[in-house]
């Protein structure tokens, strides 16, 4: 049980904005900056979104993030078959004195 | 353009050891924090080492306190997960995962290993 929480699901027709959610507490999410990273299907994870809104290069700008008090989001616009992934949120915990992740999600593209 | 090799994963019986390594190329291993995450297939990521940049920080979640080790060698520009007391739920794929040069955060990622704890 992570103690970061993500929705195990979330889904989208093509073109639509889909936002997953990653809900913490002030040991973590509230104190601590939020990364996203996206694994496709067989491959590695790879950073989508670092300091809980910055895009590294090659990131597309279709995606973006944002941090309010114990919670983020990512947000994706302009939905595409090839976004259909596991999303992962990931922070350090001043409690654990560890980096957590949340628990994941599987985006699905109708 | 950084790359990460990872080395060592195969199959072990419960109780056993086994090392993994960790080869950059691109950089310079002693100027960067270093992690290891697995993941158990069709499950989440788990971070279960971290070395920061001075290489005198390390932090392992309760899961494999006391079982595993991260160290480097400086000198063989390589990353090592020494992993002792194997179980079961130590199956997965073990990932090299380089921090970012601020705080450590994971960066780039290898292509990950696979371990597998089984009689």
């Known amino acids: 049980q992570s103690v970061v929480t993500q929705p195990p699901s979330a889904s989208g027709t093509p073109g639509q904005r889909v936002t997953i959610s990653c809900s913490g507490s002030s040991s973590n999410i509230g104190s601590n900056f939020v990364y996203w990273y996206q694994q496709l299907p067989g491959t590695a994870p790879k950073l989508l979104v670092y300091?809980?809104?910055q895009r590294p290069s090659g990131a597309p700008d279709r995606f973006s993030g944002s941090k309010s008090g114990t919670s983020a989001s990512l947000a994706i616009r302009g939905l595409r078959s090839e976004d259909e992934a596991d999303y992962y949120c990931?922070?350090?915990?001043?409690?654990?004195?560890?980096?957590?992740f949340g628990g994941g999600t599987k985006l699905t593209v109708l | 353009q950084v790359q990460l090799a990872e080395s060592g994963g195969g199959v072990v019986q419960p109780g056993g050891s086994l090392r993994l390594s960790c080869a950059p190329s691109g950089l310079i291993l002693s100027n960067y924090g270093f992690h290891w995450v697995r993941q158990v297939p069709g499950k989440g990521l788990e971070s279960v080492a971290f070395?920061?940049?001075?290489?005198?920080?390390?932090h392992y979640p309760d899961s494999v306190k006391g079982r595993f080790i991260i160290s480097r060698d400086i000198s063989k520009n390589t990353l090592y997960l020494q992993m002792n007391s194997l179980r079961g739920e130590d199956t997965a794929i073990y990932y090299c995962v380089k921090g970012a040069a601020d705080n450590g955060a994971f960066d780039i990622w290898g292509h990950g290993i696979m371990v597998t704890v089984s009689s």
């Open positions: 300091r809980d809104n």
């Open positions: 070395i920061r940049r001075d290489g005198n920080s390390k």
């Open positions: 990931a922070t350090w915990d001043d409690s654990l004195s560890n980096w957590v």
